[in-house]
């Protein structure tokens, strides 16, 4: 089947009039200039390769639209799944949480996102999104560690992050900062959230993180041939410590000397499309060459993701908590630097490397471009 007079975005260039030609689920050729027995004429359209979505924050957002409001799991993934397609994604990580007992939110203590992880396991094959699982780990939950390690025996989970949310480290180093910040999404005085904070802290601490216990869930991903990253990495000695465990994918480092540090180690720097386009589009003010504080008005102190693109250390860009219209992500830096195929490419292939695909129905053919 060919697919002509399309402007067609490849790995190195853009054809601004192509076709294609389609064999089964697999891109057979690409030519320049249009076919003029073309099956399909896409009149100018965009043809692009499908984005592979590494981190996003969607899943328990459509099974819960407004809290304590919960859906059936089934109708929320057919809904998110069509429109996770409509917007260019084709393959998509849904990290879920097993978040330590402080945080509220029911969708992310242990026993509850088991049974998201085993509704995905059990619709995906009839989705037409490649739909898998980026289980977070929060260091802190003692509880989810056995729950985790039977999910990745199981094969139930393609991508493991290393999550320490502890305020006064990482995104959370200032304390100032994230004491406003929960004061405002939680609707309380700032004394308030300051004595929430503290008891949080209080409670962290009498019960640290059990490393020993956190290398016996990497080591069992790394058995398993799954990708590890860490999560807000802010310092180099973090980032080297976190290499040690196995991971290769420094995933929202909050410092430029964390991002360097994992580049120069040969990890994956992975970084939130929402805050680029909010800190491009908005031009928010920055001070000490940290980020004024997006993402949710939880961002802390983290680092401005287009200093990290500025700096040639940014391999790859996640929806996070942006839940649709993914492929606008690349307009922004495209129009800003021309260099259309690169930017996308920032979007659609960071994770070819680690993984071979299952193969998808032929409406997700477009992301095995060779």
Same mark, same amino acid.
């Given at each position: ?84 397609? @409509?917007?260019?994604?084709? $393959? %998509?990580? *849904? ?5 330590? =007992?402080? /945080?509220? #939110?029911?969708?992310? +203590?242990?026993?509850? @996102?088991?049974?998201?992880? $085993? %509704?995905? *396991? ?5 989705? =037409?999104? /490649?739909? #898998?699982?980026?289980? +977070? ?234």
């Amino acid at each position: 089947m060919w697919l002509g007079n399309a402007k067609l975005i490849l790995s190195d260039r853009v054809i601004e009039r192509g076709s294609v030609r389609i064999e089964g689920e697999r891109i057979a050729e690409v030519v320049e200039g249009s076919i003029n027995k073309a099956d399909w004429d896409l009149h100018g359209l965009t043809l692009a390769p499908g984005i592979i979505d590494m981190h996003g924050d969607m899943i328990e957002r459509e099974i819960e639209p407004r809290p304590g409001v919960h859906l059936p799991f089934d109708m929320a993934l057919i809904e998110l799944d069509k429109r996770l397609i @409509a917007n260019g994604v084709t $393959t %998509a990580y *849904a990290a879920i949480s097993f978040a330590e =007992l402080w /945080d509220k #939110r029911e969708l992310r +203590r242990e026993e509850r @996102a088991c049974e998201i992880v $085993t %509704a995905i *396991a059990q619709h995906r094959d009839g989705l =037409l999104c /490649d739909m #898998r699982v980026h289980a +977070r780990f929060e260091v802190t939950n003692l509880r989810a560690p056995p729950v985790l390690l039977d999910l990745i025996e199981k094969g139930q989970v393609d991508l493991v992050s290393v999550n320490d949310h502890t305020p006064g480290q990482g995104q959370y180093r200032d304390l100032e900062k994230y004491v406003m910040n929960i004061a405002t999404w939680r609707f309380v005085s700032a004394d308030a959230a300051a004595t929430m904070t503290q008891q949080r802290i209080a409670e962290m601490q009498s019960t640290p993180a059990a490393w020993d216990v956190v290398r016996e869930v990497t080591q069992l991903a790394l058995q398993h041939h799954l990708p590890i990253a860490s999560h807000d990495d802010d310092t180099s000695a973090k980032v080297g410590f976190m290499a040690e465990l196995g991971t290769t994918i420094s995933e929202f480092p909050v410092t430029m000397e964390a991002a360097l540090e994992a580049k120069r180690r040969g990890m994956h720097v992975v970084m939130g499309a929402p805050a680029a386009i909010a800190s491009i589009a908005l031009r928010q003010p920055e001070r000490d060459g940290r980020d004024s504080g997006w993402r949710g008005g939880f961002a802390g102190s983290r680092l401005p993701p287009r200093h990290i693109a500025a700096s040639c250390v940014c391999d790859c860009k996640t929806r996070c908590i942006a839940f649709a219209r993914s492929h606008e992500v690349g307009w922004p830096e495209c129009s800003r630097s021309n260099r259309l195929a690169r930017a996308w490419g920032n979007r659609a292939t960071t994770l070819r490397r680690p993984y071979s695909y299952r193969r998808r129905p032929a409406t997700a053919c477009a992301r095995h471009a060779a």
